[in-house]
């Protein structure tokens, strides 16, 4: 039994867990995902416009600086009230180095992914979950793909306190490789105002054979109606000597 059939295993023997799913929310912005489902016969779309990374990090002593940005999407559809499917794209990406004086350019297509996500009905009000299990294919041009397949399964938690404030936190297992990560991502998120709500996240992530990576994220999202936001986010990497940072902005319709 492969890999992927074990979590598409894992994760079916949890509907009859579940009765109902959770209110509908979009997965973006941030780095975990939300326990919302998309209805049945209705279809999300999550377009980064774009996402993009800065990096600066020292080759033989000298300095190199990348941008990169990518027009990553994710298509969501309901498949029963409690269960959605997920399709990924990474999308256009293109890349500017500065190293000794000369600049290098690049561009290409970014990975697929593949997943499900079902909602674990917890009978309570405030307090809602879901799992996720995620396929990304390595299918894209060098220099913008992940070169291996990784298979993750991953589950949300969410409380929400009051109208004004709610919490949460995704934790992610991924095997690459045969290698494997586990990634946490505790959330805070909080209305400003009328339309405005803002979110930060703190993200720690430790693979097998490597050191401990850390990072901070915060974000505004702004609801234009029931169907339709924008959102704009900055996070920052705290780990190792590298400065490495990542921005974005994007839009989300349910249709």
Request: charged share 20%; glycine share 12%; aromatic share 10%.
């Amino acid at each position: 039994m492969t890999i992927l059939n074990k979590m598409t295993l894992v994760l079916a023997s949890t509907i009859s867990m579940s009765s109902m799913a959770a209110d509908f929310s979009f997965d973006r912005p941030g780095t975990g995902f939300g326990t919302g489902i998309t209805p049945v016969g209705h279809l999300a779309w999550e377009q980064g416009l774009p996402s993009a990374n800065y990096t600066e990090t020292k080759i033989d002593g000298a300095q190199a600086k990348t941008v990169t940005l990518n027009t990553d999407m994710l298509f969501r559809t309901g498949l029963t009230s409690s269960m959605e499917l997920q399709l990924g794209f990474e999308g256009a990406g293109w890349t500017q180095t500065k190293y000794k004086g000369e600049k290098t350019h690049d561009s290409g297509l970014g990975d697929v992914s593949i997943g499900l996500k079902q909602a674990i009905d917890l009978d309570d009000d405030k307090l809602s979950m879901a799992i996720l299990a995620r396929a990304l294919i390595a299918t894209g041009n060098d220099g913008f793909s992940e070169e291996d397949d990784i298979y993750s399964i991953g589950s949300s938690l969410a409380y929400q306190y009051s109208d004004l404030l709610n919490t949460g936190i995704t934790m992610n297992y991924a095997v690459q490789d045969g290698h494997w990560a586990v990634t946490a991502i505790p959330m805070l998120g909080y209305q400003i105002a009328g339309k405005l709500s803002g979110f930060s996240e703190f993200v720690y992530r430790k693979a097998e054979s490597q050191d401990y990576e850390y990072g901070l994220g915060s974000g505004l999202i702004y609801a234009l109606n029931d169907r339709a936001q924008l959102d704009a986010s900055i996070g920052v990497d705290l780990n190792g000597d590298d400065r490495s940072y990542h921005a974005g902005f994007g839009v989300a319709f349910l249709f």
